[in-house]
């Protein structure tokens, strides 16, 4: 392995992330529309978070915080799973 110290390690994979998203386009300036993000709960269709209610399933939003607070649930990725919203 490349690195003996994991600190110089997780510094170059952090830097290294940050510019693939740069270079595919997936941070967000402060001159762009909010990302808008679709949430699906298939275990049980009226979930509710703080701030967010699932109808019939579905969440979608466009505010960072709720991404957040609904991401950093310990039901994401076991009872709620984000949707992919094509263009």
Known sequence: M???????????HRAY???RRAQQGLTLNPDQTP?????????????R????VFKNGIFITSCSQTM?????????G?????L????
């Open 17 to 19: 992330q940050r510019r």
């Open 84 to 87: 992919q919203i094509s263009s």
């Open 2 to 12: 490349p690195f003996v110290d994991p600190q110089k390690r997780r510094l170059y």
């Open 35 to 47: 990302q808008v993000r679709a949430y699906l709960c298939w275990r049980n269709p009226t979930f």
């Open 68 to 76: 957040a607070m609904i991401e950093h649930d310990e039901a994401f």
């Open 78 to 82: 076991v009872d709620i799973f984000r």
């Open 49 to 52: 978070l703080p701030g967010a």
